[in-house]
T-cell receptor, first 109, second 114 residues
Framework: GQNIDQPTEMTATEGAIVQINCTYQTSGFNGLFWYQQHAGEAPTFLSYNVLDGLEEKGRFSSFLSRSKGYSYLLLKELQMKDSASYLCAVVDSNYQLIWGAGTKLIIKP | NAGVTQTPKFRVLKTGQSMTLLCAQD?????MYWYRQDPGMGLRLIYY???????DKGEVPNGYNVSRLKKQNFLLGLESAAPSQTSVYFC?????????????FGAGSRLTVL
C-alpha cells in the first residue's frame, strides 16, 4: 500500500529553527508537495520538489531524497504565525496525490 | 480574486437527510476535486473532474455523488447522510493534472450528521 509518515505534533520556540520530516512509500513518484494549513482554514501551497536536493524560499526550505523516500521542511526564524499544520503529499505514478496526516507545529514564545 | 468558494461553510444534518455542497472557482481551472479531512488522517479524495461534464471516483466515493455541468462549478451531493460522513469537506481546483500541479483550496465546509 501507499504510505506517508509525518510526526503528529512538534513544538518549537519563536526565533528558532524546526525541521519537519516526511517519509513515503508510494507506487511511483512524480513530485512531493508541502502545504501549510492554519486551524480552520484551507491548505495553501508552500513548496514542490521533484529532483533531489534543497529548495530555498525565504524562511522556508524543502529537501528531497528520492532514493531514501524522504523529505523535510525546514522553517527558520520561527514566528508565532507559523503555528499551523504542515501537510506532506506525494504525486504517485498515476499522478494522484497521496496525503500525509499532517504535522501540527506549536510555536511557544 | 475570489479563487475557490464553497457554500455552505457549516451544516448540521440528521441521518438520512440529503444535501448539496457547492464549489465555484473563477480561475478557469480545468480540474476540480472534492476531499474530506478527518482528524488523524490525510486528505482523502472523494471525486474529481478533469473537465466540464466528466467526473471520476477517488479513494472514498461511496455515499456521495457529484456533477460538473459548468466548468466553474463542482457540486458534491449526499443522498442519505450518515454519521460517518461527519467531516470537513474541501473543494480544490488546478490548472492541469501534471506532477507540478498546485491545488487551490476553498475554505472548507464543516458537516455534522447526527
Amino acid at each position: 500500500g501507499q504510505n506517508i509518515d509525518q510526526p503528529t505534533e512538534m513544538t518549537a520556540t519563536e526565533g528558532a529553527i524546526v525541521q519537519i520530516n516526511c517519509t513515503y512509500q508510494t507506487s511511483g513518484f512524480n513530485g512531493l508537495f508541502w502545504y501549510q494549513q492554519h486551524a480552520g482554514e484551507a491548505p495553501t501551497f508552500l513548496s514542490y520538489n521533484v529532483l533531489d536536493g534543497l529548495e530555498e524560499k525565504g524562511r522556508f526550505s524543502s529537501f528531497l531524497s528520492r532514493s531514501k523516500g524522504y523529505s523535510y521542511l525546514l522553517l527558520k526564524e520561527l514566528q508565532m504565525k507559523d503555528s499551523a499544520s504542515y501537510l506532506c503529499a506525494v504525486v504517485d505514478s498515476n499522478y494522484q496525490l497521496i496525503w500525509g496526516a499532517g504535522t501540527k507545529l506549536i510555536i511557544k514564545p | 480574486n475570489a479563487g475557490v468558494t464553497q457554500t455552505p461553510k457549516f451544516r448540521v444534518l440528521k441521518t438520512g437527510q440529503s444535501m448539496t455542497l457547492l464549489c465555484a472557482q473563477d480561475m478557469n481551472h480545468e480540474y476540480m476535486y472534492w476531499y474530506r479531512q478527518d482528524p488523524g488522517m490525510g486528505l482523502r479524495l472523494i471525486y474529481y473532474s478533469a473537465s466540464e461534464g466528466t467526473t471520476d471516483k477517488g479513494e472514498v466515493p461511496n455515499g456521495y455523488n457529484v456533477s460538473r455541468l459548468k466548468k466553474q462549478n463542482f457540486l458534491l451531493g449526499l443522498e442519505s447522510a450518515a454519521p460517518s460522513q461527519t467531516s470537513v469537506y474541501f473543494c480544490a481546483s488546478s490548472y492541469d493534472n501534471s506532477g507540478a500541479n498546485v491545488l487551490t483550496f476553498g475554505a472548507g465546509s464543516r458537516l455534522t450528521v447526527l
